[in-house]
């Protein structure tokens, strides 16, 4: 039971305990207002009908508590939806995930997709070692995506490796901009910073 409500749903208010919330209400033809303080309450008309009294716990499930249902509902849907609006913090780390995904999403050379994981890194620059060596002219059937082979020369590895890290600083350099333009943008916590995401996050990345 609730210590202090008031209803006004002419004006769909339910002020219960200093807060209040506007919904659609429904209510008995003529009611201005319902209010319970401390175990005892009245219900007001809008005529110069006189107020009629609420008394305990009947009274109260009557008259109030469906009232505080609504608020009790409405007030829990709204703390749920703030706390599924994105922070500024958390703007910051989507865009961080945004540029690891872009990084180890792929290149393109010569028309053909190369895969840019931390394997893939590891695995072309060991290959570069071994043809600068000497020990091979070139590696046939090199794997560079799904599905695509080349014969890996010393030339072809030395530019993949170049574009490899021309990818990847690109694609951080999308995301220094990108964290710039949220500072300079500015927006608020919420539905604007997300409506920002939904514009910005995904736009503009290098990548296959």
């Not at 769909?12 to 207002?33: P, S």
């Not at 509902?73 to 690891?100: C, G, I, S, V």
Request: aromatic share 8%; proline share 3%; net charge negative.
């Amino acid at each position: 039971m609730r210590n202090q409500v008031t209803v006004v749903p002419g004006d769909g208010l339910i002020l219960i305990d200093g807060v209040g919330l506007r919904l659609a209400l429904e209510a008995e033809e003529g009611v201005h207002a319902i209010q319970w303080r401390d175990g005892k309450g009245s219900v007001e008309y809008n005529s110069g009908r006189r107020s009629d009294d609420i008394q305990g716990e009947d009274g109260y499930a009557r008259y109030v508590e469906p009232y505080v249902a609504l608020w009790e509902e409405e007030d829990a849907r709204l703390k749920a939806e703030e706390a599924k609006r994105p922070t500024r913090e958390d703007a910051l780390n989507m865009l961080t995930e945004r540029r690891k995904a872009a990084e180890y999403g792929g290149f393109i050379l010569d028309g053909r997709r190369w895969d840019s994981g931390l394997k893939d890194e590891q695995r072309l620059l060991t290959m570069l070692s071994v043809l600068d060596k000497q020990e091979t002219e070139y590696f046939a059937g090199w794997k560079t995506g799904p599905d695509t082979y080349v014969d890996l020369t010393m030339e072809l590895a030395s530019r993949a490796v170049i574009a490899m890290m021309g990818h990847y600083d690109a694609c951080f350099q999308v995301e220094k901009e990108k964290k710039a333009r949220l500072e300079q943008d500015d927006p608020d916590a919420g539905a604007t910073l997300r409506a920002w995401l939904e514009a910005n996050l995904d736009a503009g990345w290098p990548g296959a």
